[in-house]
Nanobody, 115 residues
Framework: QVQLVESGGGLVQPGGSLRLSCAAS????????MGWYRQAPGKQRDLVAA???????DYADSVKGRFTIARDGAKNTVYLQMTSLKPEDTAVYYC?????????WGQGTQVTVSS
């Protein structure tokens, strides 16, 4: 049973930073892609950032230059470093791991950007 556990969310002021962590119960290299998605109230869940097994990264246009996805294979953990946060970044952030034709999701962590 694959488990993905997010942590690191919280309340931050505009312009601030947060780092989200996603700890996997198995090797992160067993996934073809790992990524972060977010869902704001009343909106669909959208891709924020992803990293392939080969280390290729992809970002939503709205976060390019502000967010960075990284991984630590020894800790089986994927990170999302978020800087210059804006109120529109407020959402529940979900970790995703894709393996063959299966998607695995974490429980989500709330990020609120507000003064």
């Amino acid at each position: 049973q694959v488990q993905l556990v997010e942590s690191g969310g919280g309340l931050v002021q505009p312009g601030g930073s947060l780092r989200l962590s996603c700890a996997a119960s198995s090797s992160i290299f067993s996934f073809s892609t790992m990524g972060w998605y977010r869902q704001a109230p009343g909106k669909q869940r959208d891709l924020v950032a992803a990293i392939t097994g080969g280390g290729v990264t992809d970002y939503a246009d709205s976060v390019k230059g502000r967010f960075t996805i990284a991984r630590d294979g020894a800790k089986n953990t994927v990170y999302l470093q978020m800087t210059s946060l804006k109120p529109e970044d407020t959402a529940v952030y979900y970790c995703n791991g894709r393996r063959l034709f299966n998607d695995y999701w974490g429980q989500g962590t709330q990020v609120t950007v507000s003064s």
